[in-house]
Nanobody
């Protein structure tokens, strides 16, 4: 059974940083595509950063340079480092997984497995 658990959310002031984790069980990160999504109240869930099975990462143009994906030291964990946070970054953050034979995608319909989300709140 594939499960994803996000952690690391919290409240920060504008300009601050947060480090989110996505811990995956039941399927190896090395064989999957994982994308981070976020959803603000009243808005669609939108993808903005992802990692491919070979380790390549991709980001939404608006977030390039502020967000970085990397493998965590814990087994089967993906880290999202967020810097220079803005109030507009306030949202629930989710990681989602596609199994093998996947590609770079920000389309939520492509992902079979989701975590429960972690809240990020950025104050001005």
């Amino acid at each position: 059974q594939v499960q994803l658990v996000e952690s690391g959310g919290g409240s920060v002031q504008a300009g601050g940083s947060l480090r989110l984790s996505c811990e995956v069980s039941g399927y190896p990160i090395s064989s999957s595509c994982i994308t981070w999504f976020r959803q603000s109240p009243g808005k669609e869930r939108e993808g903005f950063a992802g990692r491919l099975p070979g380790g390549n990462t991709f980001y939404h143009d608006s977030d390039k340079g502020r967000f970085t994906l990397s493998r965590g030291t814990a087994n089967n964990t993906l880290i999202l480092q967020m810097r220079s946070l803005k109030p507009d970054d306030t949202a629930m953050y989710y990681c989602a997984l596609q199994r093998a034979w996947c590609g770079a995608s920000f389309h939520k319909g492509d992902f079979q497995y989701w975590g429960q989300g972690t809240q990020v709140t950025v104050s001005s």
